[in-house]
């Protein structure tokens, strides 16, 4: 594990300088490997391996949430994993406590030998599967049909016929399915095998079953900007004027999938004082998208003339509300004055299962340095101190008297506070549309998805 550690405090060191470059998809990224290493790499206790996965977890989620709170993909990705070590894990109790024919055979073919460490993380057939055919099939089967149990209640899962618990099949059934190989000479069953021997045997397939869920998640990362692009022609139509404001891949790869289809007009902000919404209008005018930059104070005065707002999110928070780049609050609220659709587009491991009161607003945002937003030069001219030196050097006092001067303006500029903030708070009342991988949703439906893909248990890691 010693690599792994140093892999692990390489990542928080470069988190906490705000050096991790390509955006919330490398972010999210680097944290997924890094969790499938721990976990390939985790040597598993003769008992209790999900708690032990879940321990090891948390430790580095925990390492590396600290070095920079306010990158909450990395903390979503962390949950996530543990949902799936949980998830997994009962569907490996369920699947041996409703067929225990198919445990036994499985327990008998050593299924459990198949190590991802081992033999690669590509290898192992069903996450229940191996062995005979089938005893793969009918374990892959089980625990299809007991993950469905472990789905979050809802009015649609409580009547879709499809969803509806099987009635467990019975000892005689069972037995009558097993494969001749199973069989003794003379007819009779194999001999069962103890529960607490399969129990083990489910338990050592855990780390397998797990990896393949990270590396699912992986893929989902990868595929999250173009399958949010290919929503585009739904929410952009013929000669729209849309509005935006800061710089974003996935923005970017939304508004030139529309282009191949559509005619519109993009309105950006240029996002003072970073000015990243001249990124934006560069690249899209570079590939031929009628652009106009405006300043941040313009927004409302042009906001009649938008059909769309669209943007970015840093992250969703549960209750719906988002965070964004600074100064995209005051265009939200310019939106619902001339009753604007404000979307926002966002993949779904930037959903955080935490409410903003929870986490505490001053926690999530990224203080930046003041020397983005003005320079002590400026600063001390608007104080009208720069004067102070020279008026001191004139009255014939000489270097001690400039010295003092310029003593008593650093004393009176550092007192003065001046906050750059990164990302504002849209409140879910703000917010039209959000659009993720999976579809378009309302704020309010946010809680199922927070239900859907994380554990009230990790919620705080």
């Not at 935490?354 to 400026?378: F, K």
């Not at 050097?393 to 303006?409: M, S, T």
Request: glycine share 10%; aromatic share 4%.
């Amino acid at each position: 594990m010693g690599d792994v550690a140093t892999q692990v405090e390489d990542f928080a060191t470069r988190l906490k300088r705000r050096q991790v470059e390509g955006g919330l998809h490398r972010t999210a990224r680097r944290t997924a490997e890094l969790l499938r290493l721990v976990v390939s790499q985790q040597r598993m206790p003769a008992h209790h391996h999900a708690a032990a996965l879940l321990d090891a977890v948390r430790a580095v989620g925990s390492r590396l949430t600290a070095a920079n709170p306010s990158e909450l993909v990395v903390g979503n990705v962390v949950r996530r994993v543990m949902h799936a070590i949980r998830e997994e894990d009962a569907a490996l109790h369920l699947a041996h406590t409703h067929d225990p024919a198919a445990a036994a055979l499985r327990g008998a073919a050593g299924v459990g030998a198949e190590r991802w460490g081992e033999e690669g993380e590509g290898e192992g057939e069903g996450r229940l599967g191996g062995g005979g055919g089938g005893a793969g099939a009918s374990a892959a089967s089980v625990a299809g049909s007991n993950r469905i149990a472990l789905l979050a209640p809802s009015l649609h899962n409580l009547l879709d016929p499809a969803l509806l618990p099987a009635t467990p099949p019975s000892a005689s059934s069972s037995a009558g399915t097993l494969p001749s190989s199973a069989r003794s000479s003379d007819g009779a069953s194999a001999p069962s095998v103890s529960a607490a021997a399969t129990a083990a045997a489910a338990e050592r397939r855990l780390k397998h079953v797990v990896i393949e869920r990270i590396n699912d998640l992986l893929e989902e990362i990868d595929n999250c900007q173009s399958q949010v692009a290919d929503q585009a022609l739904e929410h952009i139509h013929q000669n729209e004027v849309i509005l935006t404001m800061g710089s974003s891949d996935t923005l970017l790869l939304f508004l030139l999938e529309a282009k191949k289809r559509r005619s519109f007009h993009v309105v950006v902000a240029e996002g003072a004082p970073c000015f990243s919404g001249h990124k934006l209008a560069a690249s899209l005018a570079a590939r031929g998208v009628a652009v106009t930059v405006i300043a941040d104070a313009a927004v409302f005065a042009l906001m009649a003339r938008v059909n769309l707002v669209l943007v970015a999110a840093h992250a969703v928070m549960a209750n719906g509300g988002v965070l964004a780049p600074i100064g995209l609050d005051m265009v939200a609220l310019a939106a619902r004055r001339h009753a604007v659709p404000f979307v926002v587009l966002a993949g779904i491991f930037a959903i955080c299962p935490l409410y903003p009161q929870q986490a505490g607003l001053g926690n999530l945002n990224d203080m930046r340095s003041p020397a983005g937003v003005v320079d002590l030069a400026e600063l001390a001219e608007w104080e009208g101190l720069a004067h102070l030196g020279a008026a001191v050097v004139a009255q014939g006092q000489g270097e001690r008297g400039k010295e003092g001067g310029e003593a008593e303006v650093a004393r009176r500029v550092a007192e003065v506070d001046v906050v750059n903030p990164s990302f504002d708070y849209i409140p879910p009342e703000l917010v039209t549309l959000l659009v993720t991988d999976t579809g378009g949703h309302n704020p309010s439906y946010i809680y199922r998805l927070v239900a859907e893909y994380y554990s009230p248990h990790d919620h705080n890691l």
